[in-house]
C-alpha cells in the first residue's frame, strides 16, 4: 500500500486542506510530516476542514477544538471513531506533539480494500445494519446528548424526555436508535448502524466499523448481525485476518498530523512501551467536508 506523505509548504494550513482532500479522495488518509505543526495549526486544520467540529464527552479538551488521547497503554483494535454513536465524525485527525520513543505506532485499515476482500457471503451480511447495545451512564449521555446539541454547558440539566427528542430528531433510514431508562440514570441503548458506508468523497464502499474496535472509555458493546446471530469468535477471527491483510502502520514523529476519512479508514494502535507522560497525541474530529 502506497505512502502518502505531504511535502513542506509555506502556508501549512491552506496548501496542506488542499493536499489532504485530494488524499482522502484517493486514499482515505494523509500523513503531513514536517511541517512544524503545533496544537494551534493543527486547530486551525480542523476548523477549516470540516463544517462542525464534534467531541467525544469522555475525553478531555485541550482548546475547542481539540481533545487528548488517553486510552491506557494497551494495543488498540482496528475501529471507526465513535462509531457506536449515531453520529460519527466524517474527518479524524491526530496531531503528534510528543510521539512515544518505543510502541504507540498509530495502524491504518483501508475498508474499501478489505470490502473487495471480503468473500461475496460477508459482503451479503454485512450490506445489512449491524446492532449494538450497551450501557451508558447518565453522565455519559447528557454530556453527548449537549455536545451534539451545540449546547455543552446544559449537559446536567438534560433530561430522558430531551433524550428520546433528540433520538426522534436523528433517526433516519441509515440511523434508527432507542433507549430505555435505567434505575440509576444511566441508559440502554441500542443502535442500528451500517457496517459497510460509502467513504466521503469518492463514494466507495468500505467496511467500516467498530466490530474490532475498542471500549476504553465505555462499557463492551453487543453486536448482533441483521439475521439476529451474535457475532462470534470466529467470523471475529475471519474478520481480522482479512483486515490485518489491509493494515499498515505508522510510526510518529514530533509535529506529525494524520487525518483519516472516518468512513473509509479504521485505525487503531500498537502497544505504548514507554511511561504515559512520554507521549502526547490530540484528536480533532467533524462532520462534512469543507471543499
Known sequence: MQTNIASPIQDCVAQDKSDVLAALENQGWILIRGHDYTVEHFSALMTSLCQTLTY?????????????????????????????????????????????????????????AVYQALPETLKQLFSNPISISRYLPK??????????????????????????????????????????????GGIRYTLQVPAIRQDNLSHLPAFANTLLGPSFNYEKPEFTLA???KVDAELMQQLTQICEAHTQEIAWQDGDVLVLDNKRVMHGRREIKVPLNERKLYIGMGLGVNK
Not at 464527552?57 to 471513531?81: C, F, M, S, W, Y
Not at 446544559?154 to 436508535?177: G, M, R, V, Y
Request: aromatic share 6%; charged share 20%.
Open 56 to 112: 467525544d464527552p469522555a475525553r478531555e479538551n485541550i482548546n475547542k477544538e481539540t481533545q487528548k488521547v488517553d486510552a491506557g497503554t494497551h494495543p488498540v483494535g482496528l475501529h471507526i471513531e465513535n462509531g457506536n454513536t449515531p453520529l460519527p465524525p466524517d474527518v479524524v485527525a491526530f496531531f503528534s506533539e510528543l510521539s512515544a520513543s518505543k510502541g504507540s505506532q498509530t495502524t491504518l485499515c483501508d475498508g474499501h
Open 139 to 184: 453522565t455519559i449521555w447528557q454530556n453527548y446528548v449537549a455536545t451534539a446539541m451545540g449546547k455543552p454547558d446544559i449537559a446536567n440539566q438534560l433530561t430522558f424526555d430531551d433524550l428520546k427528542n433528540f433520538i426522534a430528531q436523528t433517526n433516519s433510514e441509515s440511523l434508527t436508535h432507542d433507549a430505555e431508562p435505567q434505575a440509576d
Open 227 to 229: 439475521n439476529a446471530d
